[in-house]
């Protein structure tokens, strides 16, 4: 499974890190655009996206605890932004959170368009896409 792009949602340098090459290592995507907070994936995503350089990211990971805009209000946003750019329905997003709490988890589940909440850190590239791969086999 190759996807044309990847969007990383994080704060830690270190998790984006260790995802990029987990992502890669499956051989998931080569392509992987990071942000470091949820304003930062909005100016991304309201960007010009279509051009050769940024691609409309098949797959995004938002974090949950991040600074300036945080993932569930990344999540109220990027649903406001659907409404805007109907072609973000086609986005797989994932929360990709170090929390634990059912609170989170619930929250996440609450919005149709999260696919799933994946605790990090997955052991290898396999385990991360066997976590990932059923949601691109439904569409």
Do not use: W
Request: net charge negative.
């Amino acid at each position: 499974m190759l996807l044309p792009s990847v969007l990383i949602i994080d704060d830690s340098e270190f998790d984006r890190y260790i995802l990029s090459r987990f992502l890669k290592g499956a051989e998931i995507t080569s392509t992987i655009f990071e942000v470091a907070n949820g304003q930062e994936a909005l100016d991304f995503l309201n960007s010009d996206i279509e051009n050769e350089e940024k691609q409309l990211p098949s797959l995004i990971f938002v974090d949950i605890n991040m600074p300036i805009m945080n993932g569930f209000e990344f999540l109220n946003e990027y649903k406001e932004l659907t409404d805007i750019k109907p072609e973000l329905t086609t986005c797989t997003l994932v929360m990709f959170s170090s929390s634990e709490n059912e609170s989170d988890k619930k929250l996440a589940q609450s919005y149709d368009f999260v696919k799933d909440f994946i605790v990090k850190h997955p052991s290898s590239p396999d385990e991360l896409l066997q976590k990932i791969k059923p949601h691109f086999l439904e569409s």
